[in-house]
């Protein structure tokens, strides 16, 4: 049975009491509810979440448009597909890798909206294409903000947040990386692939021009000595009717404590350590799931399986269907606790992997006129064959398995892990880690993204959906013995009880 998180006694739960003083917490949460400023500036931090999920799948449309293109410059074949489907998450794990740096250098805010410069100029070099290059350099460049936004948001989410609505807001980021993704399926329909990228340029400017009135975190204030905006920007976000000496006196005497820099024996103490080997973990299984192989291919897939309906819709409905999902994990996300939708997730994304290998393997086959090979493998390696039209109902499979598969990742293992990471890591390493677990994260993504089209190719497109299934059983193990219940406890809690080292926490 799950502890209570700080349900053990000892000097650092006494410092932070499991409940805080009944009548400024009730005043704090009336105050959130009253004013809503810190939904407005998560609202602003997150539309670089929407560009995020709206420039990794636009590969889906683009590139079955670039291998028909008429233009010699432009059409892609195979490789050089793979390539231009990959490479944001090489550009993803550099933007981790800046994050490192800049989270704690100009801050959380400031490095969000610095997103926005390779952002926008990507997108441009991606709308005036005339040749590979400048697609590539432009998929790399929104790749490098993607991965900057993806390890700079959560973070500046979790530390503006209170605790009470922490879960919910923690899904946001998620929850607009799914909407951008539906945005651009569904533009995918209506606009060429050159316009959809001169539509990606909006989402960028309003998030710099709303972020421009929005606080910085009060915790990044506080740990630059910056007591005074601190305390201003924790007043603006809670409200004038809140009494927020509680909230503050907390995040301070944890920013004072953690003042000095991190050292390298302090960084083998457990207390450190073990929050961040547990996000990295997270992250680094996220990406095994076959969460990006599957939405930068999601059409190709589809083209290259017996579908009923057209690829183009199934993406569609596909989008569609992550979207919902998301939103119920942040409606849920607070009162089921992390562990139950981690455990639902990586239950419901077995099943759909399974699926769809066996469907693969033992199913009907969506062959050319004058070939007797499945386009599993013509379809993605750029055929200009035409795949016949199926008619069978059985030909939905595809479509309600990969349906299954991003209901369960967008339910847990997507925002969930975004959340778990903002949560648990370390304050004096949070800047650090979280780009850290980024870099991970998207070099993963890049190792099955760029592999994903090879795999198909040698062994059947079988091949990385049963690998998939076998490493979403690997995630049920690790959230069973590894994962902590992180719901309805402050930030300065959770640190607190990774510091008493007790292993009733992994249990």
């Given at each position: 049975?799950?502890?209570?998180l700080?349900?053990a006694?000892?000097?650092?739960?006494d410092?932070?009491?499991?409940?805080?003083?009944?009548?400024?917490?009730?005043?704090?949460?009336v105050?959130?509810?009253?004013?809503?400023?810190?939904?407005?500036?998560t609202?602003?931090?997150v539309?670089?979440?929407?560009?995020?999920?709206?420039?990794?799948?636009?590969?889906?449309?683009?590139?079955?448009?670039?291998?028909?293109?008429?233009?010699?410059?432009?059409?892609?074949?195979?490789?050089?597909?793979s390539?231009?489907?990959?490479v944001?998450?090489?550009?993803?794990?550099?933007?981790?890798?800046?994050?490192?740096?800049?989270?704690?250098?100009?801050?959380?805010?400031?490095?969000?909206?610095?997103?926005?410069?390779?952002?926008?100029?990507?997108?441009?070099?991606?709308?005036?294409?005339h040749?590979?290059?400048?697609?590539?350099?432009?998929?790399?460049?929104?790749?490098?903000?993607?991965?900057?936004?993806?390890?700079?948001?959560?973070?500046?989410?979790?530390?503006?947040?209170?605790?009470?609505?922490?879960?919910?807001?923690?899904?946001?980021?998620?929850?607009?990386?799914?909407?951008?993704?539906?945005?651009?399926?569904?533009?995918?329909?209506?606009?060429?692939?050159?316009?959809?990228?001169?539509?990606?340029?909006?989402?960028?400017?309003?998030?710099?021009?709303?972020?421009?009135?929005?606080?910085?975190?009060?915790?990044?204030?506080?740990?630059?000595?910056?007591?005074?905006?601190?305390?201003?920007?924790?007043?603006?976000?809670?409200?004038?009717?809140?009494?927020?000496?509680?909230?503050?006196?907390?995040?301070?005497?944890?920013?004072?404590?953690?003042?000095?820099?991190?050292?390298?024996?302090?960084?083998?103490?457990?207390?450190?350590?073990?929050?961040?080997?547990i996000a990295?973990?997270?992250?680094?299984?996220?990406?095994?799931?076959?969460?990006?192989?599957?939405?930068?291919?999601?059409?190709?897939?589809?083209?290259?399986?017996?579908?009923?309906?057209?690829p183009?819709?199934?993406?569609a409905?596909?989008?569609?269907?992550?979207?919902?999902?998301?939103l119920?994990?942040?409606?849920?996300?607070?009162?089921?606790?992390?562990?139950?939708?981690?455990?639902?997730?990586?239950?419901?994304?077995?099943?759909?992997?399974?699926?769809?290998?066996?469907?693969?393997?033992?199913?009907?086959?969506?062959?050319?006129?004058?070939?007797?090979?499945?386009?599993?493998?013509?379809?993605?390696?750029?055929?200009?064959?035409?795949?016949?039209?199926?008619?069978?109902?059985?030909?939905?499979?595809?479509?309600?398995?990969?349906?299954?598969?991003?209901?369960?990742?967008?339910?847990?293992?997507?925002?969930?892990?975004?959340?778990?990471?903002?949560?648990?890591?370390?304050l004096?390493?949070?800047?650090?880690?979280?780009?850290?677990?980024?870099?991970?994260?998207?070099?993963?993504?890049?190792?099955?993204?760029?592999?994903?089209?090879?795999?198909?190719?040698?062994?059947?497109?079988?091949?990385?959906?049963?690998?998939?299934?076998?490493?979403?059983?690997?995630?049920?193990?690790?959230?069973?013995?590894?994962?902590?219940?992180?719901?309805?406890?402050?930030?300065?809690?959770?640190?607190?009880?990774?510091?008493?080292?007790?292993?009733?926490?992994?249990?």
């Amino acid at each position: 049975m799950q502890e209570p998180l700080l349900g053990a006694e000892g000097r650092d739960y006494d410092t932070f009491p499991e409940k805080p003083p009944p009548s400024p917490g009730e005043r704090t949460r009336v105050g959130v509810l009253q004013n809503k400023r810190v939904f407005l500036a998560t609202f602003a931090a997150v539309l670089g979440n929407f560009s995020f999920g709206y420039a990794l799948v636009y590969t889906s449309p683009v590139i079955p448009a670039l291998e028909q293109s008429l233009d010699p410059n432009l059409n892609l074949t195979k490789t050089q597909a793979s390539w231009f489907g990959s490479v944001f998450t090489l550009g993803a794990a550099a933007g981790g890798l800046s994050a490192m740096v800049l989270n704690d250098l100009l801050g959380r805010k400031l490095s969000i909206m610095f997103s926005a410069v390779p952002s926008a100029a990507g997108y441009a070099l991606m709308a005036g294409a005339h040749g590979l290059w400048m697609l590539l350099l432009g998929r790399m460049l929104t790749g490098f903000a993607g991965g900057l936004t993806a390890a700079c948001i959560p973070v500046y989410v979790s530390e503006i947040a209170p605790p009470s609505v922490r879960g919910a807001l923690g899904a946001t980021p998620q929850l607009m990386a799914v909407f951008g993704s539906l945005s651009l399926y569904a533009l995918g329909l209506l606009l060429p692939w050159r316009w959809l990228a001169v539509a990606g340029e909006g989402p960028v400017l309003v998030m710099v021009l709303l972020l421009s009135c929005m606080p910085n975190s009060p915790r990044f204030l506080l740990s630059k000595g910056r007591d005074t905006e601190a305390l201003q920007a924790l007043a603006w976000l809670r409200g004038a009717d809140a009494d927020t000496h509680w909230e503050f006196e907390q995040i301070q005497d944890t920013v004072q404590r953690q003042s000095s820099p991190l050292s390298w024996a302090e960084a083998r103490d457990p207390h450190m350590y073990r929050p961040i080997v547990i996000a990295l973990l997270m992250r680094f299984l996220q990406q095994l799931t076959g969460i990006t192989p599957i939405l930068v291919y999601l059409q190709s897939i589809f083209d290259s399986t017996a579908v009923l309906l057209p690829p183009k819709d199934d993406a569609a409905i596909v989008g569609a269907v992550r979207l919902l999902s998301v939103l119920i994990a942040a409606l849920t996300m607070d009162l089921a606790g992390r562990k139950v939708l981690l455990f639902v997730s990586a239950a419901g994304m077995f099943a759909a992997n399974l699926t769809l290998g066996l469907y693969v393997h033992f199913g009907p086959k969506s062959l050319a006129p004058n070939s007797t090979v499945g386009l599993e493998r013509a379809a993605l390696a750029g055929t200009e064959q035409a795949l016949a039209t199926p008619t069978s109902y059985l030909t939905l499979v595809p479509l309600l398995a990969t349906m299954l598969f991003i209901m369960g990742y967008a339910m847990g293992w997507g925002p969930i892990t975004w959340l778990l990471m903002s949560e648990i890591l370390p304050l004096r390493a949070r800047g650090v880690a979280s780009g850290l677990c980024v870099l991970v994260s998207w070099l993963t993504a890049f190792a099955l993204t760029k592999s994903f089209l090879l795999v198909t190719n040698a062994f059947g497109l079988q091949a990385p959906f049963f690998f998939f299934a076998a490493v979403c059983l690997v995630n049920l193990a690790f959230t069973g013995c590894c994962v902590p219940e992180t719901k309805g406890r402050s930030l300065e809690q959770i640190e607190s009880f990774f510091r008493t080292g007790r292993r009733s926490f992994l249990r």
